[in-house]
Structures are given as structure tokens and as C-alpha cells.
T-cell receptor
Framework: KAGVTQTPRYLIKTRGQQVTLSCSPI?????VSWYQQTPGQGLQFLFE???????NKGNFPGRFSGRQFSNSRSEMNVSTLELGDSALYLC?????????????FGNGTRLTVT | AQSVTQLGSHVSVSEGALVLLRCNYSSSVPPYLFWYVQYPNQGLQLLLKYTSAATLVKGINGFEAEFKKSETSFHLTKPSAHMSDAAEYFC???????????FGAGTTVTVRA
């Protein structure tokens, strides 16, 4: 089985722009989560989707949004980019989203905001 | 709310020596606990998980962890370090219906030849 695929791997944007990141989960997995990783704040939860429904959201401003499609693929969008949004964005999937099941992570999208 | 604290942001060990990474959790209910490893420029890979079955959990690459409720700990060990163990390690916790993981700050392991 192919793993979690995130595109693009690297992205450079300018302050004020918006960006969309994409995630394709492992085939058959219906839960997709997003995490932000920075040197200062570590790994922080952004949101989780299951069957196109957001079940949980982290403590991030409204500029961060996401969605999940009927084929379980997910996108996250960040509008009005700030320098502090520079980070590695990780997507993870699991079969049903039960927390007893481990998350399978992609290699991330590294976003640099200049 | 669940949280974890990893003691020590950096650990340096000699090849062949014991690796011990400390993690303490805070949870109002029996949690799910995980250890993940991250190599440079990669995502996180699961090492092992505790889901209320056996308290001693064996994972991949010779790692194991013991769940100690009385100490609220879930320390990760490996008897003999290998150069390939150099990476960053994260302890994580989840409640049963959180739909999210809360991660510790991470511990970077360096292995000396």
C-alpha cells in the first residue's frame, strides 16, 4: 500500500498570500489529521476530519481551514500568511480515527513564508 | 485534557549503550500512549503504542516502553544503541474520543561511535 502522500513537499510564499496543501491518505483510511511542527512550538494539532466532517479543531486562528473530500483526500488552506506560519505541516491518516489506532504520517509540506 | 512531558531535550549515548527516554503523562482517564520517531526531512513513524493491554510494550527496532500508572510514566528504552537510532523521538497521548494526539516537546538522540 502506498503511504500518506503530501504535496507539494516544499513551498515558498510571501506574507499576505494564501496557500493550499494537499494530503492523500492511505487507501481505505477515512480519518485525516493535520499537525503543524515548528522549532518553537513543537507539534501542534490543527484539525481532524472523518467522512468529510471536522470532528476536532486545534487552537489556531480562523485563517487556518481544512476540508475533506468524499474520497478521503484532504486539503488545508492558510489565508493571509504570516511569517510565523513557516513550519512543517504534517498530515496523518488512520482507518476510522479511533485513538487506539496509530496515525500514519506523511513526510510533510515545508512552508516558508518570506 | 491530556498532556505529556518529555524530560531532556537532548540525549547523547555511546553505540551499544542503553537508551532511556523519559515521558510522563497527565490524563484524567486511562490514556492511549505512543512513541514516534522522526528522521530528518521525514514524517513521524510509530515505534510502539500502549492501549491498556500489557503494561510492557514492545515496538520496532528493539525499543520497548513500560506503562506505570503509579508514576504516570511511559519511558522508552533500548538495551543497545545503534548509529541508526540517531533521530528525534516524540511521546504522545490521546484520550479515547479526542481525535487528536498531544505531543511532547521531543528528545533528540545522538549516538557516539
Amino acid at each position: 500500500k502506498a503511504g500518506v502522500t503530501q504535496t507539494p513537499r516544499y513551498l515558498i510564499k510571501t506574507r499576505g498570500q494564501q496557500v493550499t496543501l494537499s494530503c492523500s491518505p492511505i487507501s481505505g483510511h477515512r480519518s485525516v489529521s493535520w499537525y503543524q511542527q515548528t522549532p518553537g512550538q513543537g507539534l501542534q494539532f490543527l484539525f481532524e476530519y472523518f467522512s468529510e466532517t471536522q470532528r476536532n479543531k486545534g487552537n489556531f486562528p480562523g485563517r487556518f481551514s481544512g476540508r475533506q473530500f468524499s474520497n478521503s483526500r484532504s486539503e488545508m488552506n492558510v489565508s493571509t500568511l504570516e511569517l510565523g506560519d513557516s513550519a512543517l505541516y504534517l498530515c496523518a491518516s488512520s482507518p476510522q480515527g479511533e485513538m487506539s489506532s496509530p496515525l500514519h504520517f506523511g513526510n510533510g509540506t515545508r512552508l516558508t513564508v518570506t | 485534557a491530556q498532556s505529556v512531558t518529555q524530560l531532556g531535550s537532548h540525549v547523547s549515548v555511546s553505540e551499544g549503550a542503553l537508551v532511556l527516554l523519559r515521558c510522563n503523562y497527565s490524563s484524567s482517564v486511562p490514556p492511549y500512549l505512543f512513541w514516534y520517531v522522526q528522521y530528518p526531512n521525514q514524517g513521524l513513524q510509530l515505534l510502539l503504542k500502549y492501549t491498556s493491554a500489557a503494561t510492557l510494550v514492545k515496538g520496532i527496532n528493539g525499543f520497548e516502553a513500560e506503562f506505570k500508572k503509579s508514576e504516570t510514566s511511559f519511558h522508552l528504552t533500548k538495551p543497545s544503541a545503534h548509529m541508526s537510532d540517531a533521530a528525534e523521538y516524540f511521546c504522545a497521548v490521546s484520550g479515547r474520543s479526542d481525535y487528536k494526539l498531544s505531543f511532547g516537546a521531543g528528545t533528540t538522540v545522538t549516538v557516539r561511535a
